[in-house]
């Protein structure tokens, strides 16, 4: 009889300790709900939710790796308790490593001791630099897609009871959360800029980027004025020659398609370097990043040959070869504006019209002094 006395309190510190847990779990989840609701700023948000895991967990080590859907490849998004330098552009295929291996299978991975499970046993004595003793690694999950994968080492699960594994995937949840509504965010904000027809920026982002340039280039002239060659680049703007006749001869529908396939070429042709935009109609700018005017001339006549070798509509049986008609000014010599950059590119392009199309006009002062001023001009 005398034990009962310390049974009920043990039962009663047991009861405490289940309901100091619960109610730590609950703080938890009401911090990252917050969290989420907070902002919409994905980074802010996955270290946000991060805090509450290791706080909670306490993880000798983690890491929180996200999937490029472009590539089938996982890299390190966030971690700690490892070389941020070594993982930094280091990405793992699908079915490489740990996380690799959850990537793939969608299927949680938790040994909350390694030496009992021959498989990741070797697997561990294989990375001795890692040091592990028990792993934890979860995919994050958004319907049937995986977004990314949660890997935490060393956080002494043996000693947890199951509900924290039920409270990891919550945490893996919220985080899915987070990276599909940055994802949408995305989307939104990828359509807003870009053009449906071609898949090109459109001429609200053109305005936007060039500005940015100009602001980029002033203040790179201003901190190093000692430097013999400024900074610099070139806009280059054109559109197609006879383009109304393919919409009379062909339809509406074959010129959609042909803008859609040009668009296609200015892609290829530029790289990631240089961004292209379609202006209105069948006219296109051409940003033309640290490009001066001899560069930039010479990308423009890769672009008017590639598009003179091109077939177009082959799909359809038509078969058309186009021209264009093309304007290049370069900042700061042929404007300091947004606006007179974009005027004096328009002007030449109208010279190249004049001069018999199929051809690239070049700014200079002499050409420019005597072409569109701010009154008559469409971009004022």
């Known amino acids: 009889m005398s034990s009962a006395p310390g049974e009920a309190l043990n039962q009663r510190r047991h009861l405490e300790s289940i309901d ?84 793939l299978t969608g299927q949680a991975l938790v040994i909350p001791d390694i030496s009992a499970d021959p498989e990741w046993s070797a697997y561990a004595a294989k990375h001795p630099e890692l040091n592990l003793f028990s792993i934890a690694c979860l ?137 292209a935009f379609r202006y209105g109609g069948d006219e296109f700018v051409v940003l033309l990043r640290g490009l001066d005017k001899p560069a930039a001339a010479l990308l423009a006549t890769k672009i008017r040959e590639a598009l003179k070798n091109t077939c177009f509509l082959t799909d359809t049986g038509v078969e058309l070869n186009l021209t264009a008609s093309f304007g290049l000014a370069t900042f700061p010599q042929d404007g300091t504006t947004l606006h007179d950059l974009i005027r004096a590119a328009d002007a030449m392009m109208y010279v190249a019209k004049a001069a018999g199309r199929d051809r690239i006009a070049i700014a200079d002062a002499a050409s420019l002094s005597n072409l569109y001023t701010p009154k008559t001009s469409r971009h004022s």
């Open 20 to 103: 100091a847990r619960q109610s730590e779990s609950l703080r938890v989840f009401h911090e990252t709900a917050r969290a989420l609701t907070s902002s919409l700023e994905l980074d802010t948000l996955l270290r946000a939710i991060m805090r509450q895991m290791e706080d909670f967990f306490g993880p000798e080590h983690w890491s929180l790796l996200i999937l490029d859907e472009d590539t089938s490849q996982l890299y390190y998004a966030l971690s700690a308790g490892i070389d941020e330098d070594f993982l930094r552009g280091l990405r793992l295929n699908l079915g490489e490593g740990i996380a690799g291996h959850v990537a």
């Open 139 to 275: 995919p994050i999950r958004h319907g049937d897609r995986t977004l990314g994968v949660l890997q935490i080492n060393n956080s002494g699960l043996d000693l947890l009871p199951e509900s924290s594994l039920a409270f990891l995937r919550v945490l893996c949840d919220y985080t899915a959360i987070a990276l599909q509504n940055s994802r949408h965010v995305k989307l939104i904000h990828r359509l807003s800029i870009t053009d449906d027809c071609t898949g090109l920026y459109n001429a609200r982002h053109l305005y936007t980027l060039l500005e940015q340039e100009i602001v980029q280039q002033v203040e790179a002239t201003n901190a190093n004025r000692d430097l013999l060659t400024q900074p610099h680049f070139s806009l280059l703007f054109f559109d197609i020659d006879h383009f109304k006749s393919v919409n009379d001869t062909h339809g509406h529908l074959a010129g959609s398609w042909l803008l859609s396939e040009l668009g296609a070429l200015l892609k290829r042709n530029l790289g990631p370097d240089h961004a």
